[in-house]
Structure formats: C-alpha cells, structure tokens
C-alpha cells in the first residue's frame, strides 16, 4: 500500500464507484479510467445464471467501448479489498494501473501499485 493521496481524477472515480454500488444497493461498486480519460462504472452482479464482480464488469465495459489501456480502477466494498482475479483483469488492460479499495462511505483503505 502506498501512502500518497489520490489527485481529483482518482477521487473522480471512486465516487463513481461509490454511486454505482450506493444505486442498485450491491455488495460493490468500482470504476476504471483509461488512457483518454473516459471512466465506466459498474456494480456487482449476482444473478441466478450470472455473477459478475463490479471490478470485471467495469473492465470488460472499458473494452468493449475501445479502451486501449486503463491508467486506474476504484473498488468500493465492506470487503478486504480486490480479488486477486479482479486485480488481474485490471492488469490485464493496465498493467501500471494503480487500484484504489475504499470503503462505501469514500474512506480510502488502500492503494495498490503494479
């Protein structure tokens, strides 16, 4: 965990996070911003046929709308932070990508660098 504090773009993005766990009342939230700024939010999905983290989604969202790379992710969960397979889709796409964990009410927990 790095202790540095996380500039506007990333405070950005952990509202986002925020929002999207706080809007359908889901057990996590998480946001990603990629190389041109664009940011994609997501919850988590727990369907009978279908269950998505909210950091997957978010991923796959930046994807499949063109994202070449992603320059950071926020998770927002009571939990202990991301799953390692979360970690690794973000990786995936941003290997120096730096991942927020905060708590739902904003509280950042940690800040995990590549």
Request: glycine share 8%.
């Amino acid at each position: 965990m790095s202790e540095a504090q996380p500039g506007p773009e990333d405070l950005k993005i952990i509202t986002l996070a925020r929002a999207a766990r706080a809007r359908v009342m889901a057990a996590e939230g998480a946001a990603v911003r990629d190389e041109t700024g664009r940011t994609y939010a997501a919850a988590a999905v727990a369907l009978p046929s279908l269950r998505l983290s909210a950091l997957h989604l978010a991923v796959a969202m930046a994807v499949s709308s063109g994202a070449a790379s992603l320059e950071a992710a926020a998770l927002v969960s009571d939990g202990d932070g991301p799953d390692p397979a979360d970690l690794a889709a973000v990786r995936d796409v941003g290997p120096d990508a730096v991942v927020f964990h905060a708590a739902p009410d904003g509280t950042l927990k940690a800040t995990l660098r590549p």
